[in-house]
């Protein structure tokens, strides 16, 4: 958890000024995603102290962006395992924003998950060898598949250790590579 913590707070840092930061999680009442749960655009973190207050700017940049934005990361990855972890139905949820539409330039998402994809209509629990091609030819899969296309995405792995884990992982990874090239 610490790993992916960091890893989050160097992207965010790494973002340009401007940049449009939303922090989501799954909603396990509706079977998607949440409402976010933090919405901010990155500000400038310094400033030209020739004719600005640069150590003010820095000042609100860390209380008002940076600071907020990692106590949310920080709780979001203390997360406790759920029942359900309808994965492919939040990102569907998120290819239908708004903001999020293909006019959106530079649309980029940092997946934060352990990958186990486990809804109604698809689980890797109930089918644990099932491959993408397999998968989308059920029609109540392939309904809730998202158009990434133009998305940059990564993913920040959780690994959750249990018996099965690496074989369910390797899986896992060949199955969302497919879905997130298509």
């Not at 973002?15 to 655009?41: A, F, H, M, N």
């Not at 352990?114 to 029609?139: K, T």
């Not at 792995?157 to 992982?169: A, C, G, I, K, N």
Request: proline share 5%; with cysteine; glycine share 4%.
């Amino acid at each position: 958890v610490r790993s992916v913590q960091s890893v989050l707070s160097r992207k965010i840092e790494e973002l340009p000024t401007g940049y449009k930061v939303s922090l989501y999680t799954i909603e396990l009442q509706y079977g998607g995603l949440s409402d976010p749960v933090l919405e901010r655009c990155k500000p400038a973190s310094t400033g030209n102290a020739a004719y600005q207050d640069a150590e003010g700017i820095s000042q609100k940049f860390a209380e008002q962006f940076l600071a907020p934005v990692l106590n949310q990361i920080s709780h979001l990855t203390q997360g406790e395992s759920a029942a359900r972890s309808p994965l492919i139905e939040a990102m569907m949820d998120l290819s239908l924003l708004q903001n999020f539409s293909a006019s959106q330039p530079n649309r980029k998402v940092l997946f934060v998950s352990d990958l186990m994809q486990h809804s109604e209509r698809l689980s890797f629990y109930r089918q644990p060898s099932i491959s993408f091609e397999n998968a989308v030819v059920d029609s109540n899969v392939r309904e809730i598949i998202p158009s990434l296309h133009g998305v940059q995405v990564e993913v920040a792995f959780l690994l959750r250790p249990t018996s099965e884990s690496s074989r369910r992982t390797d899986e896992a990874l060949a199955f969302w590579e497919q879905l997130f090239d298509r």
